[in-house]
C-alpha cells in the first residue's frame, strides 16, 4: 500500500519563517512516513539538491577533565546564556527571535583552539560517562549514586569535510550532555543547550572549513546538587553529523496527529516544516509517502 501526497507548491522565504505542508489521509494500521523535498526546475539552487546525510560521530574524541589553568567564569552559564539563547530558538518556538550579541566567547581559552594539541587527552568513543568510572566515595550523599558527576570536563574531535560539501547545510546533533552544553568549531563559539536529557541541534555552517582539518571542542559543567538521583555526566547518548541541501526539512520537522481513530480506520494529519537557508526564495514540492509495512514498498526495501 502506497500513499502519496503532494501538496502546493510552497516558498519558504526567509530561515525564520519556514513553510508548512499539510494533507489529511485515511487510512488504516500503522505507517511508515518518508517526507522528500524536492527544488523546481526554476530553483536558483539547484534541480538535484544533495541529499540528506546522516553521519553517526561517535568515534575519534578526545576527553579532559577540567579547564586550563583552573576555573573560568567567563564560560560559565551566567556569562555564555545571551549567546546560548539564540542557538536554541529551533527548540523554543514560543521564545524565538533571540539575537546573538557581538563577540566569541571563550576564545582566549587553549582547549576551543584548533592549534592546541590535544594528543595528551584520553581518546574516548561516545556514548561516554566519564562521571560512572569513579572513584567510588561513601562520603558523597546517597542522591550521587557515591560518584562525582559535577564540575567541568572537555571533549574535542578532528574531522575533515570533502569537497563535495561545499553549499551543504552541516548540522550537530547532541542526543545527551550532561549538562550546560558550550561548543566552539575552529575556535568560534557556535552555541550551546544547558538542559542534559534533551537533544539539540546547532549549525556549523558558518564555521566549517571545507578540505581542511575541523576541530570541534564542546565543554561541559553540571554544576553540584544539580539533581536529586544520579544524573549521569559526559556526552552520554549519539553524536551525529547532519549534511543536507539549503532546502532542507527543519529538525524535527515532520508531525503526525491522528483524528477520528475508530476500529480498522483512522484519519491523520500529516505537517512538515520545510527551512530555506538559502539566501533567495525559493520554489519546491514537499512530497510526503506512507508505507504499510504489511506490505513491500516499490523499492523493495
Given at each position: 500500500m502506497l500513499f502519496t501526497i503532494l501538496p502546493k507548491i510552497n516558498r519558504a522565504e526567509s530561515r525564520a519563517r519556514p513553510a508548512v505542508a499539510a494533507r489529511f489521509l485515511r487510512t488504516?494500521?500503522?505507517?511508515?512516513?518518508?517526507?522528500?523535498?524536492?527544488?523546481?526546475?526554476?530553483?536558483?539552487?539547484?534541480?538535484?539538491?544533495?541529499?540528506?546525510?546522516?553521519?553517526?560521530?561517535?568515534?575519534?574524541?578526545?576527553?579532559?577533565?577540567?579547564?586550563?589553568?583552573?576555573?573560568?567564569?567567563?564560560?560559565?552559564?551566567?556569562?555564555?546564556?545571551?549567546?546560548?539563547?539564540?542557538?536554541?530558538?529551533?527548540?523554543?518556538?514560543?521564545?524565538?527571535?533571540?539575537?546573538?550579541?557581538?563577540?566569541?566567547?571563550?576564545?582566549?581559552?587553549?582547549?576551543?583552539?584548533?592549534?592546541?594539541?590535544?594528543?595528551?587527552?584520553?581518546?574516548?568513543?561516545?556514548?561516554?560517562?566519564?562521571?560512572?568510572?569513579?572513584?567510588?566515595?561513601?562520603?558523597?550523599?546517597?542522591?550521587?549514586?557515591?560518584?562525582?558527576?559535577?564540575?567541568?570536563?572537555?571533549?574535542?574531535?578532528?574531522?575533515?569535510?570533502?569537497p563535495s560539501d561545499e553549499g551543504r547545510r552541516i548540522l550537530l546533533q547532541i542526543d545527551g550532555a550532561m549538562s550546560y552544553a558550550a561548543v566552539w568549531l575552529n575556535g568560534h563559539f557556535v552555541g550551546g543547550w544547558p538542559y542534559g536529557y534533551t537533544s539539540f541541534q546547532l549549525d556549523l555552517t558558518p564555521f566549517v572549513r571545507i578540505g581542511a582539518d575541523n576541530v570541534l571542542a564542546i565543554r561541559l559543567n553540571t554544576p553540584p546538587d544539580a539533581s536529586r538521583w544520579y544524573p549521569g555526566a559526559g556526552l552520554y547518548r549519539n553524536v551525529w553529523l547532519l549534511k543536507t541541501s539549503p532546502i532542507h526539512v527543519a529538525p524535527w520537522g515532520v508531525q503526525i496527529t491522528t483524528f477520528d481513530a475508530a476500529g480498522a480506520l483512522a484519519t491523520a494529519q500529516v505537517k512538515v516544516s520545510v527551512r530555506n537557508d538559502s539566501a533567495a526564495t525559493q520554489t519546491f514540492e514537499v512530497r510526503t509517502r506512507l508505507f504499510a509495512p504489511d506490505v513491500p514498498n516499490p523499492r523493495g526495501c
Amino acid at each position: 500500500m502506497l500513499f502519496t501526497i503532494l501538496p502546493k507548491i510552497n516558498r519558504a522565504e526567509s530561515r525564520a519563517r519556514p513553510a508548512v505542508a499539510a494533507r489529511f489521509l485515511r487510512t488504516s494500521g500503522p505507517l511508515l512516513v518518508v517526507v522528500f523535498v524536492l527544488l523546481s526546475s526554476r530553483s536558483a539552487i539547484a534541480t538535484e539538491p544533495a541529499p540528506r546525510e546522516t553521519v553517526l560521530f561517535n568515534a575519534g574524541w578526545r576527553f579532559q577533565s577540567g579547564d586550563p589553568n583552573g576555573p573560568h567564569d567567563s564560560l560559565d552559564y551566567a556569562h555564555l546564556r545571551s549567546w546560548l539563547l539564540p542557538s536554541g530558538d529551533a527548540c523554543l518556538s514560543a521564545n524565538a527571535g533571540h539575537h546573538r550579541p557581538d563577540g566569541n566567547p571563550g576564545q582566549d581559552v587553549p582547549y576551543t583552539q584548533n592549534d592546541f594539541d590535544d594528543c595528551t587527552w584520553r581518546p574516548v568513543d561516545l556514548p561516554h560517562d566519564w562521571a560512572i568510572e569513579g572513584p567510588f566515595v561513601q562520603d558523597f550523599p546517597g542522591a550521587t549514586g557515591k560518584v562525582r558527576y559535577w564540575g567541568p570536563a572537555w571533549y574535542r574531535k578532528h574531522f575533515l569535510l570533502e569537497p563535495s560539501d561545499e553549499g551543504r547545510r552541516i548540522l550537530l546533533q547532541i542526543d545527551g550532555a550532561m549538562s550546560y552544553a558550550a561548543v566552539w568549531l575552529n575556535g568560534h563559539f557556535v552555541g550551546g543547550w544547558p538542559y542534559g536529557y534533551t537533544s539539540f541541534q546547532l549549525d556549523l555552517t558558518p564555521f566549517v572549513r571545507i578540505g581542511a582539518d575541523n576541530v570541534l571542542a564542546i565543554r561541559l559543567n553540571t554544576p553540584p546538587d544539580a539533581s536529586r538521583w544520579y544524573p549521569g555526566a559526559g556526552l552520554y547518548r549519539n553524536v551525529w553529523l547532519l549534511k543536507t541541501s539549503p532546502i532542507h526539512v527543519a529538525p524535527w520537522g515532520v508531525q503526525i496527529t491522528t483524528f477520528d481513530a475508530a476500529g480498522a480506520l483512522a484519519t491523520a494529519q500529516v505537517k512538515v516544516s520545510v527551512r530555506n537557508d538559502s539566501a533567495a526564495t525559493q520554489t519546491f514540492e514537499v512530497r510526503t509517502r506512507l508505507f504499510a509495512p504489511d506490505v513491500p514498498n516499490p523499492r523493495g526495501c
